[in-house]
């Protein structure tokens, strides 16, 4: 078995008809997910990605699907296309933006046929509007739907707190922001707990921010594997409280081709990264 010199993580948020911010239309993900699949791409899951990290091998094409937040899109789209090609991602749920009630209708079922789903799903700035305004079941998962997903194979989940707050804008002093940080993770844990019957060690910032105070509240919350916004790809050395991501873009199979070529290589990744940051790209 080739092993894999390094574990490029792949950040998504929505799965949408609808183009906009951090969304990539179902066709460009089928597009992506039928590549993987078809070019012996292997998903891992958390404790994968623990084990590679404490020197365990892994096959050479192994990759992991990130998705941050919970949109209702990643139900109705992107759940179907995993399952279709019998692939898996990681998603960290803002808890407290997930509702109650029954499974809503599949954008595609397994009979092939398209039921009465959204068809035009809000933009991304439409969406935190809803939520914002009270209205989050309209465009975020409901627990239903994480257990089916669950259940299903297609998603495993964490923890993206349980507000998504940066209390770092809205608290001036350390140790009550800490405090507040705190706080908001034990209740992302309970949530989950409550209604998964598990938690995890693995935790996602929100948009990415983090500061000593908040690697310490996690810490001490139990989090041990800390994802970033930070574009790199992952190698045994990498430090577990800093996992880097790659963004994904609204592209077809060939543009993951050439990242996935890219980001397998550590040191032609160094390479890019270097000459992105020179350009200021």
């Given at each position: 078995m080739n092993i894999a010199r390094a574990i490029p993580v792949l950040m998504?948020?929505?799965?949408?008809?609808?183009?906009?911010?951090?969304?990539i239309s179902p066709e460009n993900f089928r597009?992506?997910?039928a590549y993987l699949a078809q070019n012996g791409w292997r998903t891992i899951g958390s404790r994968e990605?623990?084990?590679?990290?404490?020197?365990?091998?892994?096959?050479?094409?192994?990759?992991?699907?990130?998705?941050?937040?919970?949109?209702?899109?990643?139900?109705?789209?992107?759940?179907?296309?995993?399952?279709?090609?019998?692939?898996?991602?990681?998603?960290?749920?803002?808890?407290?933006?997930?509702?109650?009630?029954?499974?809503?209708?599949l954008a595609v079922t397994d009979d092939g046929t398209a039921p009465s789903c959204p068809t035009r799903f809000p933009a991304h700035r439409v969406c935190m509007e809803k939520v914002r305004g009270g209205q989050a079941d309209?465009?975020?998962?409901?627990?239903?739907?994480?257990?089916?997903?669950?259940?299903?194979?297609?998603?495993?989940?964490?923890?993206?707190?349980?507000t998504h707050t940066r209390w770092d804008k809205i608290e001036a002093?350390?140790?009550?922001?800490?405090?507040?940080?705190?706080?908001d993770?034990?209740?992302?844990?309970?949530?989950?707990?409550?209604?998964l019957g598990e938690t995890?060690?693995?935790?996602?910032?929100?948009?990415?921010?983090?500061?000593?105070?908040?690697?310490?509240?996690?810490?001490?919350?139990?989090?041990?594997?800390?994802?970033?916004?930070?574009?790199?790809?992952?190698?045994?050395?990498?430090a577990a409280g800093n996992i880097p991501r790659i963004v994904v873009k609204d592209r077809g199979a060939g543009w993951l081709a050439r990242r996935l070529w890219l980001y397998r290589q550590p040191g032609l990744t160094r390479l890019y990264l270097g000459c992105q940051g020179k350009s200021g790209a």
């Open positions: 998504y948020h929505h799965v949408s008809p609808t183009p906009g911010l951090v969304t597009a992506q997910m990605l623990e084990d590679f990290f404490a020197g365990k091998p892994l096959p050479e094409k192994s990759l992991m699907l990130t998705f941050d937040d919970g949109w209702l899109d990643n139900w109705l789209h992107a759940h179907p296309i995993l399952r279709e090609f019998g692939l898996k991602a990681v998603l960290f749920l803002i808890t407290g933006w997930i509702g109650d009630g029954p499974p809503r209708a309209e465009v975020m998962l409901r627990w239903s739907e994480v257990e089916a997903m669950r259940a299903a194979g297609s998603f495993e989940f964490h923890s993206h707190t349980h002093d350390a140790a009550p922001r800490r405090e507040k940080l705190a706080a993770l034990a209740v992302s844990c309970q949530a989950l707990q409550a209604h995890s060690a693995h935790l996602c910032w929100p948009q990415g921010y983090h500061d000593d105070d908040y690697k310490q509240a996690a810490t001490e919350g139990g989090f041990r594997y800390l994802y970033t916004t930070r574009p790199d790809t992952c190698t045994p050395s990498t």
